[in-house]
Structures are given as structure tokens and as C-alpha cells.
């Protein structure tokens, strides 16, 4: 890789962050070879895989033309995030496309997919729909689920809103230096880094979506979407991450045409910050976000935020009728307390059965503790 990127005439940086897809990443990398587009180059970075990964990428360095292919060992694991955010701070192209290292490529996807951007005005990324591609039970995406209509920067919005991710992030082609604007992937993210940045993304230039479905996309036991408790936990504590900051920073014109008719009151074009600080805590508890419990978690946050805000609390109560007594009970319902709602029964009775069993259990593992103690001290001269 000699040139540098003022000089460089690469018009697009594949990357591809791979970790332990031994057994799928050759046919992602040669989907990558079959491309009938060619003006790019190819960046591999390994997590530090611990199957046959690194001695398939080994063996590729002959098979693309000098300069185009450059893969990375990393000694450290760097996560999935960090990985990918290596890669992006490697890249030269004017545009850069995400291919994950178990899916694959229809052979003309970068080259019709760049013709489609190249003609969309102000589009800053596109997106193509997808094929779902899984293991029998691990089918746990609807084969229509990446495949959805083009629409406007305000509609893509609201959809995120309401329905999820619905981007196909190894379809992705983007602009460069939009990651420079809006700020990489962030690293806390483990279930909803893409989701997240499709947020910022969108608040900050229009997308488009090439309606024709040019990425294989697989599903296995071991990906990050896979239904488990633990990934269920976090997922929704990155949603309320997310929420808690999805209209800050939008402009009201934008916030006005994707949400206008999920609000009772209109939103003006113009609307003040306060205005609009409202107007999104109500959004916050209005049951039309994709994860409810989440919204009304981040609903919280911004009551906290803003406790001192009184032109804030006066549009709530004006516009809304919520009251600061209305507050106060949502935070009883909703707040990070009621995770330990268990703790407290409703009815007196229960609660001290509870506290009863809970004693119990103690007594009897203490007890268990000191028996322990004494044979220990029998067998082994201990007193």
C-alpha cells in the first residue's frame, strides 16, 4: 500500500473486521474477488481468532493485485467495535464499504450500489436489501426483514423509531469522511453499535436504500443478535442509551416531519429547544417506540436532566397536563427502581413471608458456615 490518501485513486475501502469465521470467511473474501467493480482496496483485521482464520487470509496475498490487500493481525483483541473502528482509521477511499466476515457479496453489488449513490442528491450512504442466509434454528429473521422501500430522511427516521433497525450493515457504502463529521462506532455498544450510529447518521444527511437484495447475510449460533438472557439485558440497556440522546441535536424541521403526527400538539418548523424537549419526552412515553420499556427509562433520564428547567416543566404541564405529581409516580412505575420490585411486594403480608424466608436462608447458611468450621477444624487440628 505505497500511496497515501491525498494522492491515492481508490474510489472505495472494503473492510472487513473478522474473528473466529474460519469456516465462512473465504466465501466472503472471494465474493469480494468476483466483484465486477474494481477500484478499491481490501482491509482485513483479524481480532485475534484463535481457528484457521489467519492462515486463510495468509494465503490471499497472491491473489489480488499489488497494493489492493492488506490484512492485520491483531495481538491485542481490540473487540468488534474497536475492530471495525481500526479499519475505518486505515482506510484511503473516497468511500468506504462494510462487509462482516461470515455474509458475502452478489458480484455486482459495489458497482451498482456506487452508480445508485453517485446519482442520489445529498445522499450520504446507501444501503441494498439483503438475503438472509441461516442455520435451521437460528432463523430468526424474517427473509423480508432488511428488504424496505426507499424513502425520505424523515421517514427513515421515524422507522427506527418505531420498528428497529432495518439497515443491512454489511450492505453499507458510505462517504468517509462522514464517519469524520458524525463520529465512529461507539465501543460501549455491544448488541446496537450500527442502530446507534444509523441514529446520528440520520439526523445529520439523508441515506438511500438500492432496492435489490446484494448481500448474503447469515445467521449462526454465535451472532451478536442470537436470542439469549444476556443479550437481551444488554440490548435493552443500549436502547435506553440511545433513546436518551435520539432527539437531541435534530433539527426541528426534521423533527417535524417525522413526528409531527405521533405528537398531539403541532410541532412548528421553528420550534424553541424547550418546545422540543417536551414535545420528545412525551414521544419518550407515548408506548410508539420499538422498545417500550426502554423509551420510558430514557423518559426518566431526561426528567432528571431537566429538573431545573421550569420553562421545560410548564410546557409539560400546559400542553401535556403532566404535573410534577404525574412525574413522581412514573418514576415509581418505570425508574431504575423497579427492578428490584421483587424486593417489595405490594401487600404487607407478603412482604414480611419474604423477609421471613430471606432470614431463614441466612440463619441456616450461617449455620451450615459454622459446621464447616468444626469438622474442618476436626480432621485438620483446626480450633
Same mark, same amino acid.
Given at each position: 500500500?505505497?500511496? =497515501? +490518501? &491525498?494522492?491515492?485513486?481508490? @474510489? %472505495? /475501502?472494503?473492510?472487513?473486521?473478522?474473528?473466529?469465521?474460519?469456516?465462512?470467511? #473465504?466465501?466472503?473474501?472471494?465474493?469480494?474477488?468476483?466483484?465486477?467493480?474494481?477500484?478499491?482496496?481490501?482491509?482485513?483485521?483479524?481480532?485475534?481468532?484463535?481457528?484457521?482464520?489467519?492462515?486463510?487470509?495468509?494465503?490471499?496475498?497472491?491473489?489480488?493485485?499489488?497494493?489492493?490487500?492488506?490484512?492485520?493481525?491483531?495481538?491485542?483483541?481490540?473487540?468488534?467495535?474497536?475492530?471495525?473502528?481500526?479499519?475505518?482509521?486505515?482506510?484511503?477511499?473516497?468511500?468506504?464499504?462494510?462487509?462482516?466476515?461470515?455474509?458475502?457479496?452478489?458480484?455486482?453489488?459495489?458497482?451498482?450500489?456506487?452508480?445508485?449513490?453517485?446519482?442520489?442528491?445529498?445522499?450520504?450512504?446507501?444501503?441494498?436489501?439483503?438475503?438472509? =442466509? +441461516? &442455520?435451521?434454528?437460528?432463523? @430468526? %429473521? /424474517?427473509?423480508?426483514?432488511?428488504?424496505?422501500?426507499?424513502?425520505?430522511?424523515? #421517514?427513515?427516521?421515524?422507522?427506527?423509531?418505531?420498528?428497529?433497525?432495518?439497515?443491512?450493515?454489511?450492505?453499507?457504502?458510505?462517504?468517509?469522511?462522514?464517519?469524520?463529521?458524525?463520529?465512529?462506532?461507539?465501543?460501549?455498544?455491544?448488541?446496537?453499535?450500527?442502530?446507534?450510529?444509523?441514529?446520528?447518521?440520520?439526523?445529520?444527511?439523508?441515506?438511500?436504500?438500492?432496492?435489490?437484495?446484494?448481500?448474503?447475510?447469515?445467521?449462526?449460533?454465535?451472532?451478536?443478535?442470537?436470542?439469549?438472557?444476556?443479550?437481551?439485558?444488554?440490548?435493552?440497556?443500549?436502547?435506553?442509551?440511545?433513546?436518551?440522546?435520539?432527539?437531541?441535536?435534530?433539527?426541528?424541521?426534521?423533527?417535524?416531519?417525522?413526528?409531527?403526527?405521533?405528537?398531539?400538539?403541532?410541532?412548528?418548523?421553528?420550534?424553541?429547544?424547550?418546545?422540543?424537549?417536551?414535545?420528545?419526552?412525551?414521544?419518550?412515553?407515548?408506548?410508539?417506540?420499538?422498545?417500550?420499556?426502554?423509551?420510558?427509562?430514557?423518559?426518566?433520564?431526561?426528567?432528571?436532566?431537566?429538573?431545573?428547567?421550569?420553562?421545560?416543566?410548564?410546557?409539560?404541564?400546559?400542553?401535556?397536563?403532566?404535573?410534577?405529581?404525574?412525574?413522581?409516580?412514573?418514576?415509581?412505575?418505570?425508574?431504575?427502581?423497579?427492578?428490584?420490585?421483587?424486593?417489595?411486594?405490594?401487600?404487607?403480608?407478603?412482604?414480611?413471608?419474604?423477609?421471613?424466608?430471606?432470614?431463614?436462608?441466612?440463619?441456616?447458611?450461617?449455620?451450615?458456615?459454622?459446621?464447616?468450621?468444626?469438622?474442618?477444624?476436626?480432621?485438620?487440628?483446626?480450633?
Amino acid at each position: 500500500m505505497e500511496c =497515501v +490518501s &491525498e494522492t491515492c485513486s481508490v @474510489m %472505495i /475501502s472494503i473492510i472487513l473486521p473478522s474473528y473466529n469465521h474460519g469456516d465462512f470467511i #473465504e466465501e466472503a473474501i472471494e465474493s469480494v474477488l468476483q466483484q465486477t467493480y474494481q477500484n478499491y482496496e481490501f482491509l482485513v483485521s483479524d481480532d485475534g481468532s484463535s481457528d484457521q482464520t489467519v492462515e486463510i487470509l495468509a494465503k490471499y496475498v497472491s491473489r489480488f493485485p499489488v497494493g489492493t490487500y492488506q490484512y492485520t493481525i491483531q495481538k491485542k483483541r481490540l473487540g468488534p467495535v474497536g475492530n471495525i473502528n481500526f479499519l475505518i482509521h486505515q482506510a484511503r477511499g473516497r468511500y468506504v464499504a462494510v462487509l462482516n466476515s461470515d455474509d458475502y457479496w452478489h458480484r455486482d453489488k459495489l458497482r451498482l450500489q456506487l452508480e445508485h449513490l453517485e446519482k442520489q442528491k445529498n445522499a450520504v450512504a446507501c444501503f441494498t436489501w439483503a438475503s438472509v =442466509v +441461516s &442455520e435451521k434454528m437460528y432463523n @430468526m %429473521i /424474517s427473509t423480508t426483514a432488511f428488504n424496505v422501500k426507499n424513502a425520505s430522511q424523515a #421517514e427513515f427516521l421515524k422507522k427506527l423509531w418505531a420498528d428497529g433497525n432495518f439497515f443491512c450493515h454489511p450492505s453499507l457504502l458510505i462517504l468517509r469522511d462522514v464517519y469524520h463529521k458524525i463520529g465512529y462506532y461507539n465501543s460501549a455498544f455491544r448488541q446496537l453499535p450500527d442502530y446507534e450510529l444509523w441514529v446520528r447518521l440520520l439526523k445529520y444527511a439523508p441515506v438511500t436504500i438500492l432496492e435489490q437484495p446484494l448481500v448474503y447475510y447469515r445467521r449462526t449460533a454465535n451472532n451478536t443478535s442470537t436470542i439469549s438472557r444476556e443479550n437481551r439485558i444488554r440490548e435493552i440497556t443500549e436502547y435506553a442509551e440511545i433513546y436518551s440522546s435520539f432527539f437531541k441535536g435534530m433539527p426541528a424541521d426534521l423533527f417535524h416531519d417525522a413526528f409531527q403526527k405521533k405528537i398531539r400538539k403541532d410541532v412548528v418548523r421553528d420550534a424553541t429547544p424547550d418546545v422540543l424537549l417536551a414535545k420528545s419526552f412525551y414521544l419518550l412515553l407515548s408506548e410508539s417506540a420499538y422498545c417500550e420499556i426502554a423509551a420510558k427509562e430514557a423518559a426518566i433520564r431526561l426528567l432528571f436532566q431537566e429538573s431545573y428547567n421550569l420553562e421545560f416543566e410548564k410546557i409539560l404541564q400546559d400542553e401535556y397536563n403532566i404535573s410534577i405529581f404525574d412525574q413522581y409516580q412514573l418514576t415509581a412505575q418505570y425508574g431504575t427502581g423497579a427492578l428490584f420490585a421483587e424486593y417489595f411486594p405490594a401487600n404487607k403480608k407478603a412482604f414480611w413471608a419474604k423477609c421471613k424466608i430471606r432470614f431463614a436462608d441466612t440463619l441456616c447458611l450461617k449455620l451450615l458456615r459454622m459446621l464447616r468450621i468444626q469438622v474442618s477444624g476436626l480432621f485438620f487440628g483446626r480450633r
